[in-house]
């Protein structure tokens, strides 16, 4: 059941620059999208999210973009920082569903 | 900043022995849930709570599992006669609201390993 795919497992980034990290979905029905970030031994901690009514969301150095008609999201970092390295998932949700649809995650590592 | 509280952070547990993973959700927060992710896979919903009952589970939620809220604060999970395939990281989550911009807070997580 990969109804949120995360193609990348890991994603290195020259610190300063950009990271974009992808995401795809397979169910119309999913209309509310966020992404967690995650360190080792630590819960997921929520980022950003982006409802289907809109194609971009930003807050700082994230941005949210989302192709509906692709069903496909992308996250930007910039400029990246050695804080950034973690493992990023996207998740999405049905409204007025509670379930949150993880995908698989993208290991980020930013290179000083 | 509130947050999730879990405990324990490591649990240990001979098959088929029963286990309780405790979570302090936000004390404001109205629905609470669990997750999973077994080592190397994604994050899996487990189940939904809200109003002193189970709101959604999912396949895996079976009669094996049941979440309780025995008072104003806790939030249990309780696996009985574990197995091998229990071992995971248990993630507790909190959230105010179903709405549409509702995001849930995570817990750190209990790693259960069954022996």
């Known amino acids: 059941d990969q109804q949120v795919k995360q193609n990348s497992p890991s994603l290195s980034v020259q610190e300063g620059r950009i990271s974009i990290l992808n995401c795809d979905y397979t169910?119309?029905?999913?209309?509310?999208f966020l992404w967690y970030k995650k360190y080792p031994a630590e819960g997921p901690t929520f980022l950003i999210s982006i409802s289907s009514i809109k194609d971009k969301n930003e807050d700082g150095r994230f941005t949210v973009f989302l192709n509906k008609s692709a069903k496909h999201l992308s996250l930007h970092i910039v400029p990246s920082q050695p804080g950034d390295s973690a493992v990023y998932f996207c998740a999405a949700r049905i409204f007025g569903n509670e379930k949150l649809t993880f995908g698989t995650g993208t290991r980020l590592t930013i290179i000083p | 900043e509130p947050e999730v509280t879990q405990t324990p952070s490591h649990q240990v547990t001979q098959m088929g022995q029963e286990v309780i993973l405790r979570c302090v959700p936000i004390?404001?927060?109205?629905?609470f849930y669990w997750y999973r992710q077994i080592l190397g896979q994604k994050v899996e919903f487990l189940v939904s709570?809200?109003?002193?009952?189970?709101?959604?589970k999912s396949e895996i939620f079976d009669d094996q599992f049941s979440v309780e809220r025995p008072d104003g604060s806790n939030f249990t999970l309780k696996i009985r006669s574990t197995k091998l395939e229990d071992s995971a990281m248990y993630f507790c989550?909190?959230?105010?609201?179903?709405?549409?911009?509702?995001?849930?807070?995570f817990g750190q997580g209990t790693r259960l390993t069954v022996v």
């Open positions: 709570f809200y109003n002193n009952e189970i709101s959604e």
């Open positions: 004390s404001n927060h109205l629905y």
């Open positions: 169910n119309s029905m999913f209309d509310y």
């Open positions: 989550a909190s959230s105010d609201s179903t709405t549409l911009a509702a995001e849930a807070f």
